[in-house]
């Protein structure tokens, strides 16, 4: 299927298969649902309002003039699938009914380079998950040796933790480097001041749709179809503070700081050519985790890389080649563990996987493995630059996209934040 | 100073020196702004209807006609203070120039009986605590023995975890007892189904007011004037859950099932003459948790109750007797560190102090002290039964309050729930 409304460069990862979701503003209105194709944003009010959904029967149009996709997201599968059906038909058929009638193509098309993006959704709850096993090893080697690198419940159980939603900024915002309490010498009290190991966390995160109640679990299955789409995420992370705080109650202001997403929701209708099997399990989860015979593979195949910009200027460096297929608990995993005990899951929750490690040394997540806690320092590229942390001003940008067997992308642009200096604390 | 307008009785909670927010519906209309007096709520938008405040310049009276308390929390004390002075000057003084005008003070009073309890506001995130020494030390002596109770961080700062905004809930709702994972015989694999060790923790909780942006941390006095008031908080745990999956992230599935809070916010005006010396913080705090001299006290004397009713019939038992004032780490202390890293605080957020457990044993804010870890069975009053753990179709109940020195009480209401059998889960 080609797009013959608009030019789609088949390096674009916007292409007619994908079809991502997002809120954007332009031309002096205020923020409405957008859908990424090629270089333009399809203005979905506008298509609403031409006619283009009227026969989907569930579907109140007023969902798209709204500034955020939670009611869009609380729909569920069935509007998902017609909506996507309709707007393939529409970018594709040149004698789709609507798109004759309209006098001209430009009134349903933003520029990219004119809208602004924003948060796709009003995130209720933030969890984070810890779901790569390289990653867990390695982190675990680092902090408990490696005989003790895997805690005994984490092949049992997707690992989890609640995380702040309100600091949960699109692709772009700048990111504060956190003051805060460290212990750099354990022999003596800790001090307060500037992170001076902060990290970055090449993380995807999943956008719930229709949840479920207080008390009402949800199944396996029910979890699959209860995920609208995926996002890249950037779970900042100041390594200093956190290992100071993290015990008994977790990451805590060591996280808090900031989480940066990319601003296109990915369906998981556009993944579905890229499904994989996901690591094997062993032991094989409980029941409740586990897929009934025949269930699809339940990995998805979605190449993921981090650059970093040394202080914001010149070219990018490549730090991290990664892959969500290396992920050993899925995202039906993750979200049917949260409900289990009957935890409410909204619709607009968001989910973060927990860095995705390889079991390469060039596919690790975050330069606390990359630089082996800080032992060794990361050369950037061919300069004569080199980190083992995130330094001010710095950019990281992580990118990713599944290639098409027909040569098309379905990807996911950019989630990028530049780290500031620390804010000179004069609180009194 | 003695309420006018309705009789309140020397035992309510509710008196002229309250005047606590909550949110309520009745007689068919939708949730509004009320304050408690006596056995009344003032309807809050009929007031500001009337012109009662008028003269509050920075008050846009459509605040108290919403569904929820975010925005007037988000006005500051100036605001506050001007409204209570107002609502005082109205509930005292028979030649009130808004109170000679009605017709009848029953336009503006709803009698409790017949109103509706609604969640005080869209908690845009929830944290919960863990600022009380005699439980963070009773807790560590169970679980890492004598001589390591107390974690080393625990006296330089907070310690806290982001919680589940999704499953707080008003006083009153049910909540449902967990399945999930534990591991009752650590030689064995986890098993799955109820929690068998479900308790409760006796908390208060404050609601932010303006807060701060992202990057802009506050002040020690920033923090205590950006809090609105205080609420009873009932952080139910499921023991068993909790120490399968904590390690090294922290608590999730064993306390995301329900939290539950009281429905009135009592404001820190009315608790400002109930102010009282915290306990003494050695070693002193880093300087942003440490006051200036002079600073007035930062504890408050609130009597805390918890009481069971044992399968949901009967008599009340008391279980625990304790106190706002033991409390280590104080309310403005919890904030100001919540947001030193720069992590923005939105009004409507919500913070648990953690379980407050005084230094005796009937002070203990869990079953889990009380109890010891189940070991000891405690005694239901006069009655045959005991507890280790909360039984199904049991009903916890917190109360609390502040003795006035004139025989008035500024009191919390309850902080009630009953605890319902776990789901038959078939999940497929």
Redesign the interface.
């Known amino acids: 299927m080609e797009c013959t409304l608009v030019e789609v460069a088949p390096s674009s990862d916007f292409s007619i298969q994908n079809l991502p979701f997002g809120i954007y503003s332009a031309n002096g209105n205020g923020p409405q649902v957008g859908v990424a194709i090629g270089e333009w944003i399809l203005n979905m009010s506008a298509l609403a309002g031409a006619g283009l959904f009227a026969h989907i029967k569930q579907l109140d149009a007023q969902v798209f003039a709204q500034p955020r996709l939670n009611d869009y997201m609380a729909l569920g599968r069935p509007v998902w699938r017609a909506v996507r059906a309709v707007l393939q038909d529409f970018l594709a058929n040149a004698n789709n009914a609507v798109r004759t009638q309209l006098a001209a193509a430009e009134d349903v098309l933003v520029p990219m380079g004119a809208a602004q993006m924003h948060l796709p959704a009003r995130i ?2 933030y969890t984070d998950f ?1 779901a790569s096993r390289e990653h867990a090893t390695n982190v675990g080697m680092m ?1 408990r040796g490696k005989d003790n690198a895997l ?3 984490w092949t ?2 997707p ?9 949960v ?1 699109i692709s772009g915002t700048p ?2 480097r ?4 460290r ?1 750099p010498d354990a022999a003596e ?2 001090v ?1 001041g500037p ?1 001076v190991r902060l990290d970055y966390e090449l993380e995807m995160g999943f956008f719930v749709g229709p949840g479920n109640e ?9 979890a699959e179809a209860s995920i609208f789409g995926v996002v890249l995420l950037n779970d900042w992370s ?1 390594r200093d ?1 956190q290992a ?10 060591g996280k ?3 989480t940066t997403i990319s601003p296109w929701v990915v369906t998981m209708e556009a993944l579905e050519p890229f499904r994989v099997p996901q690591p094997p399990q062993v ?1 094989r989860p ?3 985790l586990s897929d ?1 015979e025949g269930a699809p593979p339940a990995g998805y195949d979605i190449q993921l890389e981090v650059h970093l910009q040394a202080g914001g200027q010149g070219d990018f460096h490549l730090l991290t080649r990664s892959n969500l297929k290396y992920m050993y608990w899925t995202l039906k995993q993750q979200l ?3 409900a ?7 619709p607009g ?1 968001l989910c973060g996987t927990g860095t995705i490690s390889g079991p390469t040394k060039d596919s690790f997540g975050s330069m606390l493995e990359l630089s082996w806690s800080g032992k060794s320092a990361i050369q950037l590229g061919d300069s004569q630059e080199t980190r083992r942390f995130i330094e001010d001003n710095d950019v990281i940008r992580i990118t990713g996209f599944c290639q098409g067997a027909d040569g098309r992308r379905v990807g996911f642009g950019e989630c990028t934040g530049q780290l ?1 200096p620390a ?1 000179s ?1 004069e ?2």
Chains 1, 2 share one sequence.
Do not use: K, T
């Open positions: 209720g709850d810890y902090f805690m005994p419940n049992h159980l690992v989890g933790y609640h995380g702040r939603a309100s600091s900024v990111i504060r956190p003051n805060g309490q212990r009290p800790p307060f992170s207080l008390g009402a679990p949800l199944s396996l299955a029910q100041a503070i100071w705080e993290y015990v008994p109650l977790g990451p805590f202001l808090n700081f900031g032991p409980l029941p409740y009934a049917a563990h949260h289990v005990g009957g935890c409410n899951m909204r929750d500031l804010s604390l609180l009194s």
